[in-house]
């Protein structure tokens, strides 16, 4: 098992600048969520999935970030413009409807200068 | 009412003592609490979790004990290990499929 697949693992890209970062779940798995981690605000649920149909995108900070889910094996975030505040490690997760345990990804360390 | 909260910020125990983090709730309705463990660089992996019709759970050196009246839980180490040292995260669900996560406990376990 692959477990989720998260690219890239680091991305240091400069203010006003367009970041994309990539997820790929589980095979099977018809739930993703998209989560960010900061020191000052923990693991904050940004938006998430169900049959690739988004279903809560109330943790989305603001119009710059969007994601989309264009089919069962693939996700995106996009932050558009980033600024430095932006900067976090942002993990996707997975799970398959009847189950509770989210399957975390290793997370996108973005640094925005 | 969304929230969960967890205390302490941080943990340091001996080899061989006891960790012990708290977490607490407010909405009634989140019927599932699970525990993450998350090491430097990864991502976080479920460690244990319990429902509210139960009032505690061992798995291995790992116990959840479940307040429903008081609308708290805690992760009890046992025997802590150095092999222990990660942040740990409570979690409420409100339903199906999303996580309510408290800010984390940094536990460090010394030789």
């Known amino acids: 098992d692959a477990g989720v697949i998260q690219s890239p693992r680091h991305e240091v890209t400069e203010m006003g600048q367009e970041v994309t970062l990539r997820c790929k779940p589980i095979?099977?798995?018809?739930?993703l969520f998209w989560y960010r981690q900061t020191m000052m605000r923990g693991l904050e649920l940004l938006i998430y999935?169900?049959?690739?149909?988004?279903?809560?995108d109330s943790g989305m900070p603001e119009d710059r970030f969007s994601a989309k889910m264009p089919n069962a094996s693939f996700s995106t975030l996009k932050i558009q413009p980033s600024e430095p505040r932006d900067s976090a490690v942002y993990f996707c997760?997975?799970?398959?409807?009847?189950?509770?345990?989210?399957?975390f990804g290793p997370g996108t360390r973005l640094t925005v200068l | 009412q969304q929230q969960v909260k967890q205390s302490p910020q941080s943990l340091i125990v001996q080899k061989g003592g006891i960790s012990i983090i708290n977490c607490a709730y407010e909405?009634?309705?989140?019927?599932?609490f699970p525990w993450y463990q998350q090491f430097p660089g990864k991502g976080p992996a479920l460690l244990i979790a319990?429902?509210?019709?139960?009032s505690e759970k061992k798995e291995g050196r790992f116990t959840i004990s479940f307040n429903k009246s008081a609308k708290q839980f805690s992760l009890h180490i046992m025997d802590s290990q150095p092999g222990d040292s990660a942040t740990y995260f409570c979690?409420?669900?409100?339903?199906?499929?999303?996580?309510?996560f408290g800010q984390g406990t940094e536990l460090s376990v010394k030789p």
């Open positions: 997760a997975s799970n398959a409807g009847g189950q509770d345990t989210q399957y």
């Open positions: 095979s099977g798995h018809d739930y």
């Open positions: 999935f169900n049959n690739n149909v988004p279903i809560d």
């Open positions: 909405n009634t309705a989140f019927d599932y």
């Open positions: 319990i429902r509210p019709d139960v």
């Open positions: 979690a409420a669900s409100p339903l199906r499929g999303k996580l309510i």
